[in-house]
């Protein structure tokens, strides 16, 4: 019997040799390999600037911040996605306002969205779940059609700024899964107003923990000074980094701010800088993984996400299945029987709606039926590219073995 983990990290002997290098350098902190980094993926995202932080919730929690938005606005996001999506906008003091998906999708109602737009909101947050790019043209049009109750931040900080040059709700992107997926001809980190990436050890390209922030060119918005502030903001409120000091005479610092500790280090940017370099190789093979996947489940007519079209290009991080006709219980029973044969398979998500801290704020998972009903009979396969492809065809033989025995007791009982 094999064993098949969910999602152990692809790490080569690449990263192991660049993060020798770096700890031998002697620089180990925010350093040249993390500035080098947020240039190679600027280049990548076809963005101005990319910064390197600590996890994609700083991220995102950062983007919020340098735009302004905390106590007194809200800011609308899917009810169906993972907690870190709603808690950066809490974090800076927002409310979050959770909408329902389309039947049968991953991705918010937009007629939702467009309804739950007030005076109040200042961000909608779309998440590229499982590495597919949402239909930011849909948003763009929405936001642009409710230009009239935007109320922009008053003032002259950077916040208000951007808020008053852009003249709308603004559009994020919880691009966690989806470094590397395009759609429409633009790369994911180009196309919403601003987006944040995690490089967690689960996801395609990792520096162990870390993420990054990136944004679209705002006219009359210097990029040098919104970088600038995102180093503000993630180092403490010091007014130069380890690096700027490194220099002779330059030991004095300000502290503008008493704000927060979310840099990257220069270990985990060494590993990026050789993942970066392996990544279309390793979005190439999930490619191939995801063909065997979706021929094995057109032919038992499960659902599944569609990662390629010819309107957009996947970055394949999570293979969601969902079985016809099954319930919660036969669900987990199916889970506990590919763990007996030594394949570990997940659940991507639990909607928020359900999770004690939510509910607490009073959200009830009976307002949002289509997140419930995606996910009441959702398995999330393994999909990582240290993967063989004997492991997938084990993999795929056990599945339909599996999920045939259930499909076959449906059909029986006049279910399926």
Known sequence: MRKIPFSPPDISEMEIQEVAEAMRSGWITTGPRVKELERRLAAYCHTSKV????????????????????????????AYTYTATASAAIHCGAKVIFIDNFKNSTEMDYNLVADAITEKTKAIVAVDLGGIICDYDKLFQIVESKRHLFCAKKGNDLGARIQQQIGRVLVFADCAHALGASRNGKMAGEIADFTDFSFHAVKNFTTAEGGAATWKDIPGIDNDEMYHDYQLLSLHGQSKDALERKQLGTWEYDIIGPWYKCNMTDIMAAIGLKQLERYPAMLEKRKKIIKQYDSMCDELHILHLRHYTSEYSSSG???????????????????????????????????????????????????????????????????????????IDYITENYKDVVSNYLKGKESLGDA
């Open 317 to 391: 991080h999570l293979y969601l299945t969902r079985i016809p006709g099954i319930n919660d219980r036969e669900r987990r029973e199916i889970i506990v029987q590919m763990a007996e044969r030594g394949i570990a398979t997940n659940v991507h998500y639990k909607p928020l709606p359900m999770m004690t801290a939510y509910k607490n704020m009073g959200w009830d998972i009976a307002d949002f039926p289509n997140a419930y009903d995606y996910y009441r009979n959702l398995i999330t396969l393994p999909l990582h590219t240290r993967l063989s492809f004997e492991d």
């Open 51 to 78: 910064v390197c932080l600590s996890s994609a919730t700083a991220a995102e929690e950062l983007n919020f911040r340098i735009c302004g938005i905390g106590a007194g606005d809200e800011v609308i996001v899917p």
